[in-house]
């Protein structure tokens, strides 16, 4: 049987003396989940900053992981760990989606922006 590949990216906003704990705690339930789900872990990334922009160090290294096809769905805590708007989630959905890649969260499952927020893309 093929398990499926996943990527975890954990996120918190600041640091500060509980930053590495919260991390931990985060990563944990994306590897408890990863676990139930019979997912295979290719590799797991962290940062600790603001999620406005994409330019994350961690991030970006599951961007590449993305497309060099390594994964077949990014796993994330809950969706405000990924990003903060609702535009910056449609682009970067898209982008996992032209790669065949499929989003999940550990809140959520299965995540469609397009499906769930009633936006198409054009």
Known sequence: MNREKVWLYCRIDKGGN?????L????????EYAAEHGL??????RDIQNGINFDRPG???VNRAVEEHLVDIVLVFNLN???RHTED???YWNFLK?????????????????????????
């Open 59 to 61: 991030l970006l290294e």
């Open 98 to 122: 032209q790669n065949e890649v499929r989003l999940c969260t550990v809140a959520d499952g299965f995540v469609n922006p397009i499906m769930d927020s009633g936006i198409a893309t054009a």
């Open 40 to 45: 295979s872990i290719m590799g797991i990334s």
């Open 81 to 83: 760990r990924l990003c």
């Open 89 to 91: 989630m449609i682009r």
């Open 24 to 31: 931990e705690t985060h990563r944990y339930r994306l590897e």
């Open 18 to 22: 509980m930053s590495e704990e919260l």
